[in-house]
């Protein structure tokens, strides 16, 4: 079994800057892939940046203003979000591709509330 635990939400003025973390641990063999998807009240939850391979995937309304990070020693990414918008308020879980003895599964945590507002 693989355990997510997130942290680094909060609230935010427009503009602003947050930092997300999440460190993956448990009997884990192999990350395939790891990173971030966030849901917004009354919309399904999508993508918002998630590594694998060695590249990383960000939704276009995200470019170039978050960068994921990973550190995989610590089987921990982060994500670093800037000029944050009112419409990046939504809960932010974090994802994770793993191998968990002969099998490979998906994984989400709990998630983390990130409120832009003024």
């Known amino acids: 079994q693989v355990q997510l635990v997130e942290s680094g939400g909060g609230l935010v003025q427009p503009g602003g800057s947050l930092r997300l973390s999440c460190a993956a641990s448990g009997t884990i063999f192999s990350i395939y892939a790891m990173g971030w998807y966030r849901q917004a009240p009354g919309k399904q939850r999508e993508l918002v940046a998630v590594t694998a391979d060695d590249s990383t995937n960000y939704a276009d309304s995200v470019k170039g203003r978050f960068t994921l990070s990973r550190d995989n020693a610590k089987n921990t990414v982060f994500l670093q979000m800037n000029s944050l918008k009112p419409e990046d308020t939504g809960v932010y879980y974090c994802?994770?591709?793993?191998?968990?003895?002969?099998?490979?599964?998906?994984?989400w945590g709990q998630g983390t509330q990130v409120t832009v507002s003024s």
């Open positions: 994802y994770t591709v793993a191998r968990v003895s002969v099998r490979v599964e998906p994984y």
